[in-house]
């Protein structure tokens, strides 16, 4: 957890490109984006509706739906490029090694199965030869770590509360003990009381389990709450990546300092909330050069023309002092696509 | 500051739909949902008052029943003195132009077979007020102070090409175009993206000012009440359990319930991470509420004769009521 960027990345996303064709034209959701997910790391990717963060989370185990395609880049889990892999490798893959949980624990659960046939399926799927009572052990184990009472196994989805539900599913997900949990927007239908209770189960699975954590949401509580590292999205681009305190505390990229700035937070009177300009843009035109710049407050001449690339900032924030500047060393891993920060056209 | 709206006793029933075979089983008897149970409160004019609360606490429908959309079961809404009960259907329907409500999910609140301008300005047809020509106008000069521009490109707009911060804008744009004076605004950025969502509430800020309303503002958020609301009460399971002056809410919270809401609230500064105490269990069922204090199953603090009776809310500093028998 102190060093914000981990020596042996389980996961590589390397120029990861997705797009989705339509009737006008090609939304690239995802493009050229690479990340790395570090071992019993907890990395959040937060981003607005329509950046890309959803495709990109789906795509590391191929479930981006057609007619959503990966048209380029690599993602290696181990070394082994998981978009080259035969179909019946990912298979095995999938809930064995790396797992999802998403939003809404109901569509994920059958309801007309018994809890206890939803996790026998799931092990059998990956270990055939596993008895009932072995399998129905292990599910009342798993359930017993994530706080669900056993009997619960013996239940329908529509029995459980909302909480139970979530903790089911992602009991569900952690049975064949993966390394890797893709979360994608985990706590969007749970209460604040119950989200609490979630929050704390995921920083506990981190350390007990020693699970790798991708968080995929635009609530940025929650991403504060559970990340080491934050990649910010925005229009299928990353825009910065850092440790989570340097990203709060001195966001580089005028579209991170609006994102973080315009949230209320409980603990802060404020006077007046930061506001952003204009909306994300069409994906299936987006603007030139670097794709914030109609609404960036210091937008400048090179910003329409060219992309600025993911690269460390060589220079302080123009907004930053001297006195806030970086301790040594504090900025590693840290990474900008802004042309305020000295990359070289 | 005077009171627009006296609430007493409010409370609303709604009976549970039954299943033939439920029918066999228990007989004649009737359950129900005590989705508001006997709340008292003010609105002062002027103020945003702020109902927050967890899913199923009866505030959304708290709010529908102060406009009667949704008929009371029992107790008394006073709008400016007069009794709503009392007030016969034609004035009703005429006053309900001065009284606005904005949903949380504006693209199931638009109809998508009407352009921006039909919609915004459908309320004034509705209340039959100006002839086309006037109400086109009215709808171009409201479009522009609610920053939706160029208005008269935006007119002929349909909700489907707008995006969700100007699908909120009508939205308003529309509940206010009949200038009204109060305005329920429903949980109205629960849907919206987070740099949206600024806009929405410091537009709502300024709207205040300008068109000197009064809100009901509903909501989940407490770090969005906090920001918005002069007063805020505290819902749990259909009652009042704690009403404050904001301030005094949030920096001396009295109910155990108030307390275990704001600690769980996240913080958006990995500085300030911590172990939560998190309160056990999930809000109970409506239709068999905990006896006594319904939060008694999840207080930490609860006694013995917590179960017994309801806790009556009283006031323990001047504005500042609370609904725990510790207090």
């Known amino acids: 957890m ?12 390397q120029n990861l490109s997705i797009a989705y064709p339509i009737a006008i034209g090609t939304v690239r959701a995802v493009e050229q984006v690479s ?27 191929r479930l981006v739906r057609p007619p959503g395609r990966i048209t380029g880049g690599r993602i290696l889990y181990h070394g082994r490029d998981l978009l080259a892999m035969p179909e019946r490798e990912i298979r095995a893959l999938r809930g064995k090694n790396i797992t999802m949980a998403f939003q809404n624990p109901l569509t994920s659960l059958n309801p007309l199965y018994r809890i206890d046939r939803q996790f026998l399926e799931t092990i059998r799927q990956h270990e055939p030869a596993v008895t009932r009572p072995q399998a129905l052990q292990r599910a009342e184990k798993v359930l017993e770590s994530l706080g669900v009472e056993p009997q619960r196994l013996y239940e329908y989805p529509h029995q459980l509360s909302g909480g139970m539900r979530q903790r089911v599913m992602l009991a569900l997900g952690l049975v064949m003990n993966p390394d890797i949990l893709v979360a994608d927007e985990p706590t969007t239908a749970l209460d604040v ?10 920083n506990s699975l981190r350390r007990d389990w020693r699970l790798s954590i991708l968080l995929i949401t635009h609530n940025l ?46 603990r802060v009177d404020q006077e007046r909330l930061a506001t952003m300009g204009g909306s994300p843009p069409d994906l299936v035109e987006p603007p030139s050069g670097c794709r914030f710049h109609p609404r960036c407050p210091q937008v400048m001449e090179i910003c329409p023309r060219r992309e600025p690339p993911l690269a460390s900032p060589l220079i302080p924030s123009p907004i930053e002092s001297a006195a806030e500047a970086a301790p040594q060393g504090g900025e590693a891993g840290r990474q900008v696509a802004c042309w305020l920060y000295g990359a070289r056209p | 500051m005077s009171a627009m709206f006296r609430v007493r006793s409010l409370s609303k029933l709604f009976p549970v739909e039954r299943s033939f075979v439920d029918l066999l089983l228990a007989g004649s008897r009737r ?8 709340v008292s409160f003010d609105i002062h004019e002027g103020e945003v008052l702020g109902l927050a609360g967890e899913s199923g606490s009866g505030k959304s429908t708290t709010g529908r029943l102060i406009l009667r959309l949704v008929e009371p079961s029992s107790g008394s809404i006073e709008y400016r003195g007069r009794d709503l009960k009392n007030i016969p259907r034609r004035e009703m329907e005429r006053l309900r132009a001065r009284l606005q409500i904005v949903f949380q999910d504006p693209n199931s609140s638009l109809s998508p077979r009407m352009s921006v301008g039909q919609a915004i300005g459908h309320p004034l047809a509705v209340h039959r007020l100006g002839d086309a020509r006037e109400r086109r106008e009215r709808v171009l000069e409201l ?24 699908c909120q804008r009508v939205v308003l744009a529309r509940a206010l175009i009949t200038n009204p004076e109060f305005i329920v605004a429903d949980e109205p950025i629960a849907m919206a993206d987070v740099s949206v969502r600024a806009l929405i509430l410091e537009l709502m800020l300024r709207l205040k000012e300008e068109f000197r309303l ?9 770090a969005t009440a906090k920001y918005l609301c002069s007063r805020v009460a505290i819902m749990y399971l259909g009652r009042i359990v704690e009403l404050a002056e904001r301030r005094e809410l949030f920096s001396r919270p009295h109910h155990p319930y108030t307390k275990a809401l704001l600690a769980a609230v996240p913080i958006p500064d990995p500085a300030q991470r911590r172990q939560h105490e998190v309160v056990r269990g999930e809000i109970p069922s409506a239709i068999h509420p905990p006896p006594g204090c319904h939060f008694h199953p999840r207080c ?10 309801r806790p009556p809310l009283r006031e323990l500093a001047p504005g500042h009521f609370s609904a725990c028998l510790l207090d």
């Open chain 1, 2 to 13: 102190d060093s914000p960027v981990s020596a042996e990345p389980i996961l590589q996303i």
């Open chain 1, 35 to 61: 990340l790395e997910l570090g071992d019993a790391e907890a990395l959040g990717l937060v981003g607005e509706s329509g950046c890309g963060k959803s495709t990109l989370g789906l795509s590391i185990l």
């Open chain 1, 193 to 202: 009381i119950v989200e609490a209770g979630f929050i704390d189960l995921l």
């Open chain 1, 221 to 266: 509580g929650l991403v504060a709450e559970i990340a080491d590292r934050i990649a910010v999205m925005y229009a299928g681009r990353l825009v910065e990546v850092g440790a989570a305190e340097q990203v709060f505390h001195r966001p580089l990229h005028p579209y991170t300092q609006g994102l973080i700035h315009c949230v209320p937070n409980i």
């Open chain 2, 31 to 38: 359950s129900f949902v005590h989705a508001v149970d006997e």
């Open chain 2, 143 to 166: 479009m522009e102070k609610i920053g939706l521009t160029p208005a008269s490109f935006l007119y002929r707009k349909y909700p489907h090409q707008l995006s969700g911060g100007q």
């Open chain 2, 214 to 222: 009064t809100y009901l503002f509903i909501t989940h958020d407490l």
């Open chain 2, 300 to 309: 930490p603090y609860a006694m013995p004769r917590c179960r017994e009776g």
